[in-house]
């Protein structure tokens, strides 16, 4: 079947326009039915090429521009943004709002045509409020990964050119290496040694061999190896392939974004949606009650109606996704300025609530500016024949080239005169290692350079001094690779060089030719600690953040650059030895492992799960291609701007510079916007709360209704407007000072505590209004509405930090819009608007009582949140 829809899209690909300008002619595509042509990976690649209107060489510029103009972006279709007033609509579909529509519907069916308009007003204002909100947060989130887009090498007017990968169109001619993340679906038209992840399409995790061919009609996607997909990954060797679909019309279609969006992590979507669902069936238990306990009294039942909906909205934390989305969007930003960019939203919670990072060490905690140090032959003298050996494999190989390959073509050596390359077997995280077959007159010579332990085995001789070609026995091998381990005891990178002569052949090189080599020598290079590393990795620390290093490279080099650092060493765990634990032997031994060395792609996934098993919040930072299983699995996995497509697509956040002080910024960000989070959350499970229960119970007592309907909602929008710049304020130190972790119990703790110390509050403001005053229901709703809104709004003077109201000064914008927003709540019932709303002025003397009972509220409110966090805060 899949089969027959891509034949469909590679004919619909085949009618497209093409224009005869560039600097190349190219064929006229033919007009296809809509499902005759066969499948792209089973027909000859020049009948595509003749049926996409391209040749092997590319499209022209115009062409390609014209066909982008006709199919539209190589993106997923699911990126496409409603119009702004269909996103509007839709947010009046929120449960919620639909409630309050029908309450106003039915006021004016009983001609309450104020109440009518006072709900309709407030739902306007609430809808919109949270619209302009969530828009302009996801528009700044579409700049930030629009600031990270895929690229890919195409070729364009017959050149090679770096372009985003949004521009391919069908035709096109894209160039792949170890890295890259396949662009679009693609047949191909060379390949040497491709191995290419496809696990996104097929979910089988082994590397699949690709090459040029013919493949059945009929064939499983899984065997078709001579096509690679959008949204895969090219583990090893290097290809040229033409793209015959792009964006939504591609195989994996949307699925392809998988890469690009990693599963949301943690607990933070998991645990907001718990606590929407803990508030929720309070508020629908909580109207029933109140609903039922009206009804039984007699009570007007479009009277009860509305006071039971206006409690659920002041019960509910309706604001919650906005204050999120805002939150977060602001910390995104403001990281943005410090020079990490964010690509997932949660991704800024996540870092926040981080305890454990593993990072590889070149770069993060190392220079990454590799000098060759020496070159030295197997008796450890210095060796100008090792040097030219490495020189010359570095200059023919092509792929994914590494630092050390820089390095050595740095020396600018001149021998590589009369050699012509033959052949080559790119590099590949598997073998460590590459080769390249080289001839120059009548001698045609394997040179191999790799990993020492990995290039020791398949030699079975050793070059002297003097040239003389000598047997390496096993006592041989030990003593050489005694030498590399001694080099890496000493912080250096180490490269094994190795050769054969070749008989002259036509067949192309395979695996099996790696071997029976003859073992030159090694060439060694120093990647300095960075010590900027140092401060960082201190005060990472100091934070509560624990740093394991998860390299690929020599557990002893890995030691010696955190020894430098003053990063303390507990334990050391190799690749070797994590092959024979089992994951609850790991999950115990990670906790306590500082560097695991010699670590492949499958095994770092499996330390960043033992950890999160243990209860961590894992970061991950890694910029190769053999990083990008273990950025999805992480928490939070980071990047740097320079990494290798697959990688850069795998990471929630990037790094423009690649330095872990950046991080360090980052980390506190996170922190200080879950701390603005948590603000709302405490001031949703307190006051509001507190007041919510206060007035259903009072509806029971009282031979009235406490507040009515409209004062509710009004209340409520007040309220909501005050809160708006909680994302915009400060945080205090002691909520930077460790990792931040959603605690649902911690929550229902402060609910209960800080909610009964408001009820007590609001039944001394009933007592002293009725038996004090001997209030009516009009004096009664105003007075309660002024004292309400007055303490569920100053509070968050109080709860926004751990230490009291003193600890950190409250932003500008939080002053302003709270003390403003109480300043309309007391003066409304002095002005004409009041009257619509029910309320009279209350006297000086029920003023003055309502002021003492505020600042007693608020006085006790401090002394029970220092009691709190000092005794009852496990986070």
């Known amino acids: 079947m899949a089969g027959e829809s891509l034949s469909g899209r590679a004919a619909r690909a085949g009618v497209l326009p093409t224009r005869r300008g560039g600097k190349q002619r190219r064929p006229s595509p033919k007009p296809a039915g809509k499902s005759t042509g066969p499948p792209a990976w089973s027909e000859p690649a020049e009948a595509l090429c003749e049926r996409l209107g391209t040749t092997p060489q590319g499209l022209s510029e115009d062409a390609a521009r014209e066909r982008l103009d006709s199919l539209g972006a190589n993106t997923a279709e699911a990126r496409r943004r409603h119009p702004l007033a269909l996103e509007l609509l839709q947010r009046l579909g929120n449960p ?20 009518s308009a006072i709900i309709a007003v407030i739902v306007l204002i609430s809808v919109t409020l949270d619209f302009v909100q969530e828009h302009r947060a996801n528009n700044a989130a579409e700049r930030l990964r629009s600031a990270v887009a895929l ?58 061999e690709k090459a040029t061919g013919l493949a059945a009609a009929d064939a499983p996607l899984a065997e078709v190896g001579n096509t690679v997909f959008a949204g895969t990954s090219v583990l090893g060797g290097t290809a040229r392939a033409l793209v015959f679909a792009t964006g939504g019309r591609t195989e994996v279609g949307s699925i392809a974004r998988g890469l690009e969006e990693p599963v949301a992590s943690t607990a933070f979507a998991r645990d907001t949606r718990r606590f929407s669902v803990m508030l929720m069936r309070l508020t629908v238990l909580m109207v029933l009650f109140v609903l039922l306990v009206n009804l039984v009294l007699e009570r007007p039942l479009l009277e009860s109606f509305l006071f039971a909906v206006a409690l659920a909205v002041g019960l509910t934390p309706e604001l919650l996704p906005m204050v999120v989305s805002v939150t977060l969007a602001r910390g995104a930003l403001r990281l943005a300025g410090q020079g990490v960019i964010v ?49 010359l494999n570095s200059h023919f190989a092509t792929g994914l080239r590494s630092p050390m390959d820089a390095a050595i073509l740095d020396q600018r050596l001149e021998c590589t005169e009369g050699w012509d390359k033959q052949d080559e077997l790119p590099f590949d995280f598997e073998r460590r290692r590459v080769s390249v077959l080289l001839q120059r007159g009548a001698r045609r010579v394997l040179v191999v350079k790799g990993a020492p332990e990995a290039l020791l085995r398949l030699c079975e001789a050793r070059e002297d001094a003097d040239g003389a070609v000598r047997p390496l026995d096993p006592e041989a091998r030990e003593a050489l690779q005694a030498r590399s381990d001694a080099m890496g005891e000493e912080g250096l990178r180490v490269l094994g ?13 395979t695996l099996e030719d790696e071997a029976r080599l003859v073992f030159a020598g090694f ?47 507990r334990g050391v765990l190799s690749g070797a030895e994590l092959a024979l634990l089992d994951d609850e032997a790991l999950s115990a031994r990670a906790q306590d492992t500082t560097v695991f060395a010699r670590a492949s792609p499958a095994q770092k996934g499996r330390i960043l799960r033992a950890l999160r098993q243990r209860g961590h919040v894992v970061g991950y930072l890694g910029d190769g291609i053999n990083d990008a299983p273990s950025l999805h699995e992480a928490d939070v996995g980071i990047s740097v701007e320079g990494a290798v497509d697959v990688a850069r697509e795998a990471a929630a956040l990037l790094m423009l510079r690649q330095e872990l002080g950046v991080l360090h910024s980052g980390v506190l960000e996170g922190r200080r916007t879950f701390g ?38 009004l209340n409520n929008m007040l309220y909501d407007v005050s809160e708006l710049a909680i994302p915009l304020d400060t945080v205090d130190a002691a909520q930077l000072a460790r990792p931040t972790r959603w605690d649902l119990r911690f929550v229902r703790l402060y609910m209960a505590v800080f909610g009964t110390l408001s009820s007590l509050f609001d039944a001394a403001t009933f007592v002293v209004l ?10 009664f709703q105003t007075s309660w509405f002024m004292e309400s809104l007055t303490t569920q709004v100053l509070v968050i003077f109080i709860i926004r930090t751990r230490g009291g109201p003193g600890r950190a000064p409250p932003s500008r914008v939080l002053l302003l819009s709270s003390l403003g927003m109480v300043l309309v709540a007391n003066a409304l019932p002095f002005t004409p608007v009041g009257h619509y709303f029910g309320f009279v002025r209350p006297p000086p003397s029920v003023l003055l009582s309502l002021g003492v009972l505020v600042a007693l509220y608020l006085g006790c409110a401090a002394w029970l949140n220092r009691w709190f966090f000092r005794h009852l805060d496990t986070s």
């Open 497 to 509: 060089i190795a050769w054969r002569d070749e008989p002259p052949r036509a067949e192309p090189l």
């Open 676 to 713: 603005n989070v948590m603000k709302y959350i405490r001031m949703g499970t307190s006051s509001n709360f507190g007041n919510m229960l206060s007035m259903a119970v009072a509806s029971l007592a009282l031979p009235f209704l406490p507040m009515l309907p409209i004062q509710i909602l």
């Open 151 to 208: 690229r890919a090498r195409v070729l364009r007017d017959g050149e090679d050119q770096e372009r985003p990968a949004v521009e391919l169109v069908p035709g096109d001619v894209v160039l792949l290496a170890a890295g890259s993340l396949v662009p679009a679906d693609a047949r191909l038209l060379e390949s040497r040694e491709l191995s290419v992840n496809e696990a996104l399409l097929t979910g089988e995790p082994y590397p699949m």
């Open 96 to 115: 919620l709002v639909l409630v309050l529509l029908v309450a106003c519907g039915v006021s004016a069916v009983v001609h309450d045509l104020t109440s």
């Open 343 to 391: 690509k997932r939203l949660s991704a800024v919670h996540d870092l926040g609530c981080m305890d454990v990072l593993c990072t590889d060490k070149t770069g993060t905690l190392t220079e990454a500016r590799i000098r060759m140090e020496r070159a030295e032959d197997a008796a450890g003298h210095p060796s100008p024949r090792v040097r030219g050996w490495a020189f």
């Open 523 to 569: 060439v060694t290079f120093l990647d300095p600690p960075k010590q900027s590393a140092r401060p960082a990795l201190d005060a990472l620390a100091r934070e509560g953040v624990a740093v394991k290093v998860v390299t690929g490279d020599n557990a002893r080099v890995a030691v010696h650059v955190c020894q430098q650092l003053g990063l303390d060493v």
């Open 770 to 779: 009725l038996h004090g005053f001997r209030a009516g229901a009009p004096l």
